[in-house]
Every structure is written in structure tokens, then in C-alpha cells.
């Protein structure tokens, strides 16, 4: 127990033990808790508080014993002690009296007659000097003769206690009475309100069925004035409703009609299948066939059929569903019809006669034409081989523009945009023809390569612009070094192929962004050639895998993303322009594509010039 303690709160209610502890520490006391009367008294041998108030009923030693034991120590006797007691049973008062306790507290206690009550206790320094002379009276409890002995100051303190407790709680009787006078005026408040809102209620419910009562005769004179007729229909197929029109069509008064089945203007086929429909329409409590314009037959009180239009509708009540039926009688539209399918007849007729003869004319010029293709044919077989290679090598670039341009298109498009998604597909489409293309044109042996002077720089810008958006794109620099003047002997469109695939590896080696290196000029050490360079500042190829980059099929792009035949096409067009193709790549620091390629006029045993003549 801490030594600055002021009051020593023994309660065997863990609840009721810390609601008192908090209420005292809000008003600034040092509060120490007990559970019993032994815990308590294990705590007083090491410090004595200013105040102890205990609970009565409590394990071990209750709250009598706990005060009588600590009035007969000399050390303690000064320690003033408040009970905690309802004073409802005079048998407590007189142990309370004879255990010689300072003070009372009834259960349940108001916070702030507690507070008042410690306050007042504390301000009043305890005597316990134990000179008090005892007094001796005899008082009848419960209709026995009882002795009490105990202190001046006891009973004194008994007699105030009892009269607080008989102020503090008639205090709180006049409360209750003031709340429940309170309560009363706010009954009568809500009394007079319900009665005024029932009265308008009353009166809203007249306003109501006066405004059904006017929306009825407002929807009767709209049914009467139909010239189609309407007819009501209830759960069981019983008509309940027949305006004018009705009688007009189908004969019958509306007399006649009330209350009997609708069927009664049914032919006998369709019978059977509305009381199946009627029957799941009850079920379910929905019109399967609602909302739907039908034509079936009618049946008039004579006897005739006649074709009829029907829309149907389902609408609930309390009583059940209901349907309304609104039918068109369609006898001169089908009469109509049946002379335009007569006229129809006679003009197909005519039309056949006229088809015959056009068949003849066909036939005839079906020979002509014959004639004609087979000719035609025979020139187009002698030149497809030669035309199928010029628009595979002339498909590269296009496909390779629509490309990048689709990229770009796509990058500057949100996800969500409604284009983005038509442009997903070009960019797949394309990707799979090039690549259709790419493979037949290299991997064949028939592509004869078109051969011209070429001015290597000129090239080069050529194919940046192409995929300088791409590049803008993906945050990478371009940083060129080329020498002005390299012209060689090439295939314009394979070198495009070959700059557009190392610029495009480049880029994909770059994901964050960084600087495209392009370098141009003659090699010293072989004159007559020059060298091109293309690096990038990426993050390079692993080391286990250069030995293979080279390998068709093999690339280190994410699955989708690259075919392996990149590289390798691009080292065989070098090749066969008679030049070389080295890659080197330090990990972590980027890769670099060496070119050497033979000037114009120094030509190579593998390259085909083509002249003009026989193709060479």
C-alpha cells in the first residue's frame, strides 16, 4: 500500500469496490482497496490511512468485526470508520453502535453526499483517545428486550447519520416526485399529441378514399370510353370488369358476363392452356406472358370465332392477383393480309418466269467468265511466287509503324477508356503478323535481297522517329555519336528490321527509364568498314545466360513477350550483308551490340547487288 494513502476502501465487490475508488480519486484522494477485513487489517500493520470505509458483508471478517478489532488497538483507534449500511434493519444499528463506528453511509449511496460525507470526516479530527464513558441502555427490538452499550459520541453520530440519511433521502423523494410531475405533464403533452395526429389521420383517410373514390369514376369513364374492349380478370379467372366495347365485340351484356369464367369467350383449344397459365400465374403471383401482345381467337355469344389481340397485364391486392385483358378484334387487318399474300403470290409467280430467264443469261456469261478466270488464273499462277515474297519483305515496315504507333496510342490511353481495349487487339493482331512475316521472310531461302547504297546516319534517324514516342514514353535518352558520310551496300528494309529490333531490345532492357547510346564511324583497324554501336544503361544479361543469347528461341523477356528468333535474324542479315554482330553485357550495368559492316564499294562474296538485270 502506498504510504500517502488517505482512505483504505474495503469492499468484497471487485464492481462496487473500484466505482468507489474512481469517484474519491476524481476529487483528488489517494485511494488504497481491500477485500475483507483480515486483507484490511494485513494493510493497516504497514500504514494507517486517514479514513477506512467498509463494506458490512464480507468473506472472512465482516465489516463489525473488522471496526470492533480496530477500536481495541491503541495504535488504530484514532482511524475514524464509515459502514456502508441501508439502516433498514435495527439489528445492524445496534452492532454498528457496539463495534464503536465513526460514521454511516446507506446503500445506495449518492455520489455527492458521499463525497460531502468523507470531506466532512476528514475536517474533523478523530479523538480516539478512548476516555469516552460507555453508556448502558436497554431499548426492545423486534419484541426483545435488548442492552446496548456504547460511547456518547456513537450514539451521536448514529442519531446525525439517521437524520441525513432521513434528509438526504427525503431530498431525493421530492426529486422523484418533481421528475414524475415532470413525466406526467410530458404523458399529457404526448397524449394530446397522438389524439391530434389520429384526428388528421382521420381526416387524411377521408381525404383518401374521397381521392379512390374519384380516381375510380376517372379510370371507369377511361375503360368506358375505350373503343377496344377491356376486361377484368380475378385469381380464379372470374371476369370482374366489362366495358361497352366488349359487349360490341364479343355480344354479351355485362349482366351476362360478371362473375363467369373468362373461358366463356374462349374457343374451346385455347381453354385448357389459359387455365394452366392462370393457375402458375396464382402460384408464382406473376403473369408469365405479361406485358406481350398475343393473337388468338375470340368466341362471340353466337357462336363465331373471330381473330383477336390480346395484352395482358397482372396487378396484386390484398384479395389475390389480378389481370387485366385489352383486345383488339384484328378481322380487316387479316383480311387485309390475306389479299396482300394473294397479290404476293401472284407477283412471285411472275417473278419465277422472270428468275428463269435471268438463270439462261447467267449460265451464259457464267462460260464467258469461265473462259475469262481460267485465263486470268494462268497469269496469276506464273507470278505469285515472285509477288508473295515482295509483300512479305514490303509488309515489315508498315507492320512495325502500326506497331509503335499503337504502343503510343495505347500508353496515352487510360485503362478504362472505351478505345483501349480495340487497341489491345491491333497491337496483338500486328505482333502476330509481323511475326508471321518475320519468320517466313527470314527463315526462307527464296528472299532475294534488294540491294542499294544506303546513308548509314539517315537510316538511323529514320527508325528513331519512328519510335521516338515509344522511347519519350519509357523516359529513355538518346545520346548519338555518328560520324556523317557512312554509306554501304544494303537492304534498306532488313537494316530497318535490324535497328528497330536493338533499339527495341534496348528499351525493353530499360524498364525504369535510362540512356540509348548510339555510336557511328570507321574502324580503324580494318579500312573500308565501319562500326556501329548501340548500348543501352539497363541492367544486362546474366552471365549463364550470353553463351545462348544468340540461340534461336532463347530470350530472357517474360513469357508473351519476346520469340527468341530476335537476335538471331538480326546476326544472319548482318552476316549476310557481309558484315559481323558481337554482343557484350556486364550485369547491373547494361548491354552493347558491336556492328561491322563493309563500305560501299568493297563488296562482300555473300551480298547480291541488284542491277536491273536478271534480278542481280
Same mark, same amino acid.
Request: glycine content about 6%; overall charge negative; aromatic content about 4%.
Given at each position: 500500500?502506498?504510504?500517502?494513502? &488517505?482512505?483504505?476502501? +474495503?469492499?468484497?465487490?471487485?464492481?462496487?469496490?473500484?466505482?468507489?475508488?474512481?469517484? $474519491?480519486?476524481?476529487?483528488?484522494?489517494?485511494?488504497?482497496?481491500? %477485500?475483507?477485513?483480515?486483507?484490511?487489517?494485513?494493510?493497516?500493520?504497514?500504514?494507517?490511512?486517514?479514513?477506512?470505509?467498509?463494506?458490512?458483508?464480507?468473506?472472512?471478517?465482516?465489516?463489525?468485526?473488522?471496526? %470492533?478489532?480496530?477500536?481495541?488497538?491503541?495504535?488504530?483507534?484514532?482511524?475514524?470508520?464509515?459502514?456502508?449500511?441501508?439502516?433498514?434493519?435495527?439489528?445492524?444499528?445496534?452492532?454498528?453502535?457496539?463495534?464503536?463506528?465513526?460514521?454511516?453511509?446507506?446503500?445506495?449511496?449518492?455520489? &455527492?453526499?458521499?463525497?460531502?460525507?468523507?470531506?466532512? +470526516? =476528514?475536517? !474533523?479530527?478523530?479523538?480516539?483517545?478512548?476516555?469516552?464513558?460507555?453508556?448502558?441502555?436497554?431499548?426492545?427490538?423486534?419484541?426483545?428486550?435488548?442492552?446496548?452499550?456504547?460511547?456518547?459520541?456513537?450514539?451521536?453520530?448514529?442519531?446525525? @447519520?439517521?437524520?441525513?440519511?432521513?434528509?438526504?433521502?427525503?431530498?431525493?423523494?421530492?426529486?422523484?416526485?418533481?421528475?414524475?410531475?415532470?413525466?406526467?405533464?410530458?404523458?399529457?403533452?404526448?397524449?394530446?399529441?397522438?389524439?391530434?395526429?389520429?384526428?388528421?389521420?382521420?381526416?387524411?383517410?377521408?381525404?383518401?378514399?374521397?381521392?379512390? =373514390? &374519384?380516381?375510380?369514376?376517372?379510370?371507369?369513364?377511361? !375503360?368506358?370510353?375505350?373503343?377496344?374492349?377491356?376486361?377484368?380478370?380475378?385469381?380464379?379467372?372470374?371476369?370482374?370488369?366489362?366495358? @361497352?366495347?366488349?359487349?360490341?365485340?364479343?355480344?354479351?351484356?355485362?349482366?351476362?358476363?360478371?362473375?363467369?369464367?373468362?373461358?366463356?369467350?374462349?374457343?374451346?383449344?385455347?381453354?385448357?392452356?389459359?387455365?394452366?397459365?392462370?393457375?402458375?400465374?396464382?402460384?408464382?403471383?406473376?403473369?408469365?406472358?405479361?406485358?406481350?401482345?398475343?393473337?388468338? %381467337?375470340?368466341?362471340?355469344?353466337?357462336?363465331?370465332?373471330?381473330?383477336?389481340?390480346?395484352?395482358?397485364?397482372?396487378?396484386?391486392?390484398?384479395?389475390?392477383?389480378?389481370?387485366?385483358? !385489352?383486345?383488339?378484334?384484328?378481322?380487316?387487318?387479316?383480311?387485309?393480309?390475306?389479299?396482300?399474300?394473294?397479290?404476293?403470290?401472284?407477283?412471285?409467280?411472275?417473278?419465277?418466269?422472270?428468275?428463269?430467264?435471268?438463270?439462261?443469261?447467267?449460265?451464259?456469261?457464267?462460260?464467258?467468265?469461265?473462259?475469262?478466270?481460267?485465263?486470268?488464273?494462268?497469269?496469276?499462277?506464273?507470278?505469285?511466287?515472285?509477288? %508473295?515474297?515482295? /509483300?512479305?519483305?514490303?509488309?515489315?515496315?508498315?507492320?512495325?509503324?502500326?506497331?509503335?504507333?499503337? &504502343?503510343?496510342?495505347?500508353?496515352?490511353?487510360?485503362?478504362?477508356?472505351? @478505345?483501349?481495349?480495340?487497341?489491345?487487339?491491333?497491337?496483338?493482331? !500486328?505482333?502476330? #503478323?509481323?511475326?508471321?512475316?518475320?519468320?517466313?521472310?527470314?527463315?526462307?531461302?527464296?528472299?532475294?535481297?534488294?540491294?542499294?547504297? /544506303?546513308?548509314?546516319? *539517315?537510316?538511323?534517324?529514320?527508325?528513331?522517329?519512328? /519510335?521516338?514516342?515509344?522511347?519519350?514514353?519509357?523516359?529513355?535518352?538518346?545520346?548519338?555519336?555518328?560520324?556523317?558520310?557512312?554509306?554501304?551496300?544494303?537492304?534498306?528494309?532488313?537494316?530497318?528490321?535490324?535497328?528497330?529490333?536493338?533499339?527495341?531490345?534496348?528499351?525493353?532492357?530499360?524498364?525504369?527509364?535510362?540512356?540509348?547510346?548510339?555510336?557511328?564511324?570507321?574502324?580503324?583497324?580494318?579500312?573500308?568498314?565501319?562500326?556501329? *554501336?548501340?548500348?543501352?544503361?539497363?541492367?544486362?544479361?546474366?552471365?549463364?545466360?550470353?553463351?545462348?543469347?544468340?540461340?534461336?528461341?532463347?530470350?530472357?523477356?517474360?513469357?508473351?513477350?519476346?520469340?527468341? $528468333?530476335?537476335?538471331? /535474324?538480326?546476326?544472319?542479315?548482318?552476316?549476310?550483308?557481309?558484315?559481323?554482330?558481337?554482343?557484350?553485357?556486364?550485369?547491373?550495368?547494361?548491354?552493347?551490340?558491336?556492328?561491322?559492316?563493309? #563500305?560501299?564499294?568493297? =563488296?562482300?562474296?555473300?551480298?547480291?547487288?541488284?542491277?536491273?538485270?536478271?534480278?542481280?
Amino acid at each position: 500500500m502506498n504510504d500517502n494513502s &488517505e482512505i483504505l476502501i +474495503v469492499e468484497d465487490s471487485l464492481l462496487q469496490a473500484e466505482m468507489l475508488r474512481r469517484l $474519491l480519486e476524481e476529487h483528488g484522494y489517494l485511494v488504497a482497496l481491500a %477485500a475483507n477485513g483480515k486483507e484490511a487489517l494485513s494493510k493497516l500493520r504497514s500504514s494507517a490511512p486517514r479514513l477506512i470505509i467498509s463494506d458490512i458483508l464480507m468473506p472472512e471478517m465482516d465489516g463489525y468485526e473488522l471496526c %470492533a478489532e480496530i477500536k481495541r488497538n491503541t495504535a488504530l483507534r484514532r482511524i475514524p470508520i464509515l459502514l456502508l449500511t441501508t439502516l433498514s434493519d435495527p439489528e445492524d444499528v445496534i452492532r454498528g453502535l457496539e463495534a464503536r463506528a465513526d460514521g454511516y453511509l446507506t446503500k445506495p449511496y449518492d455520489p &455527492e453526499y458521499l463525497v460531502s460525507k468523507v470531506r466532512s +470526516v =476528514l475536517a !474533523v479530527p478523530a479523538d480516539g483517545t478512548g476516555k469516552e464513558v460507555p453508556l448502558e441502555f436497554k431499548t426492545i427490538i423486534g419484541g426483545k428486550s435488548r442492552t446496548v452499550t456504547a460511547d456518547p459520541r456513537s450514539f451521536f453520530d448514529l442519531l446525525l @447519520s439517521t437524520y441525513e440519511n432521513t434528509v438526504h433521502t427525503n431530498q431525493s423523494l421530492l426529486k422523484v416526485r418533481a421528475e414524475l410531475e415532470d413525466l406526467n405533464r410530458q404523458l399529457d403533452d404526448k397524449v394530446k399529441e397522438r389524439t391530434d395526429h389520429l384526428v388528421k389521420e382521420v381526416a387524411e383517410h377521408n381525404r383518401a378514399e374521397e381521392a379512390l =373514390l &374519384e380516381s375510380h369514376e376517372r379510370f371507369r369513364s377511361v !375503360v368506358e370510353a375505350a373503343n377496344d374492349p377491356i376486361i377484368g380478370i380475378d385469381t380464379f379467372g372470374k371476369i370482374v370488369m366489362w366495358n @361497352s366495347a366488349a359487349t360490341r365485340t364479343f355480344g354479351y351484356s355485362i349482366d351476362e358476363v360478371m362473375g363467369e369464367p373468362v373461358a366463356l369467350i374462349m374457343p374451346e383449344r385455347f381453354r385448357h392452356l389459359h387455365e394452366i397459365a392462370v393457375d402458375r400465374a396464382r402460384e408464382s403471383g406473376r403473369l408469365y406472358y405479361a406485358k406481350h401482345v398475343r393473337e388468338v %381467337a375470340g368466341l362471340r355469344k353466337d357462336g363465331t370465332e373471330f381473330p383477336i389481340e390480346t395484352s395482358l397485364s397482372a396487378w396484386k391486392t390484398r384479395e389475390g392477383i389480378f389481370f387485366t385483358a !385489352v383486345v383488339r378484334d384484328i378481322t380487316e387487318r387479316k383480311q387485309a393480309e390475306e389479299s396482300l399474300k394473294s397479290l404476293s403470290e401472284d407477283l412471285m409467280a411472275r417473278n419465277e418466269q422472270l428468275t428463269t430467264i435471268a438463270k439462261e443469261l447467267k449460265k451464259q456469261n457464267e462460260e464467258v467468265q469461265l473462259k475469262t478466270q481460267q485465263l486470268w488464273q494462268a497469269a496469276k499462277l506464273a507470278t505469285i511466287g515472285e509477288l %508473295a515474297a515482295s /509483300i512479305a519483305h514490303e509488309l515489315n515496315n508498315p507492320l512495325a509503324t502500326v506497331s509503335l504507333r499503337t &504502343e503510343g496510342m495505347l500508353m496515352r490511353t487510360p485503362p478504362d477508356h472505351p @478505345s483501349r481495349r480495340s487497341l489491345e487487339i491491333i497491337e496483338q493482331e !500486328v505482333e502476330r #503478323m509481323a511475326n508471321l512475316v518475320a519468320n517466313l521472310l527470314q527463315f526462307s531461302r527464296r528472299y532475294r535481297p534488294q540491294i542499294s547504297t /544506303i546513308d548509314v546516319r *539517315e537510316e538511323m534517324d529514320r527508325t528513331l522517329e519512328l /519510335i521516338r514516342g515509344h522511347l519519350r514514353n519509357h523516359h529513355i535518352n538518346i545520346e548519338r555519336q555518328c560520324s556523317p558520310n557512312l554509306k554501304i551496300l544494303a537492304d534498306r528494309q532488313q537494316l530497318v528490321q535490324v535497328f528497330l529490333n536493338l533499339f527495341t531490345n534496348a528499351s525493353d532492357g530499360m524498364p525504369d527509364g535510362g540512356t540509348l547510346t548510339i555510336r557511328t564511324g570507321i574502324v580503324e583497324e580494318k579500312p573500308g568498314n565501319i562500326f556501329i *554501336e548501340i548500348g543501352d544503361s539497363g541492367k544486362g544479361i546474366a552471365p549463364e545466360n550470353l553463351e545462348k543469347i544468340m540461340e534461336p528461341f532463347f530470350t530472357t523477356k517474360p513469357e508473351g513477350k519476346g520469340t527468341g $528468333l530476335g537476335l538471331p /535474324i538480326c546476326k544472319r542479315i548482318i552476316n549476310d550483308h557481309g558484315g559481323t554482330l558481337e554482343l557484350t553485357s556486364e550485369y547491373g550495368k547494361g548491354t552493347k551490340i558491336s556492328i561491322v559492316l563493309p #563500305m560501299a564499294g568493297t =563488296l562482300h562474296k555473300n551480298v547480291v547487288v541488284d542491277t536491273g538485270v536478271d534480278g542481280k
